[in-house]
Nanobody, 121 residues
Framework: QVQLVESGGGLVQAGGSLRLSCAAS????????VAWFRQAPGKEREFVAA???????SYADSVKGRFTISRDNTKNTVYLQMNSLKPEDTAVYFC???????????????WGQGTQVTVSS
């Protein structure tokens, strides 16, 4: 069973950058589609970005051109580089893994505990 651990969150000013990491243990992450989701207070969890084994990437419209998802199979880790951050990007960010291809959180079987990203204006 795959265990996922996120890191890299923190407090940053608007316009700044952060890189989130999603490290896996207990399984080979390269065979999974790995996605980032985020959840702000009082809001539903929403899709941010995903990368599959090809690798092919997919992004939410709200982050296109600012966020980049990538994977390093040698480190069993997926990254989310976040640039030009905005206050509306403030949320808890979760990584998740699935053997399928989906942007729906319901299709992801394995989840990390989340990491807080706060963007100040």
């Amino acid at each position: 069973q795959v265990q996922l651990v996120e890191s890299g969150g923190g407090l940053v000013q608007a316009g700044g950058s952060l890189r989130l990491s999603c490290a896996a243990s207990g399984g080979t992450l390269s065979i999974y589609t790995v996605a980032w989701f985020r959840q702000a207070p009082g809001k539903e969890r929403e899709f941010v970005a995903a990368i599959n084994w090809i690798p092919r990437t997919s992004y939410a419209d709200s982050v296109k051109g600012r966020f980049t998802i990538s994977r390093d199979n040698t480190k069993n880790t997926v990254y989310l580089q976040m640039n030009s951050l905005k206050p509306e990007d403030t949320a808890v960010y979760f990584c998740a893994a699935s053997l399928g291809l989906s942007i729906s959180s319901r299709d992801y079987n394995y989840w990390g505990q989340g990491t807080q990203v706060t963007v100040s204006s």
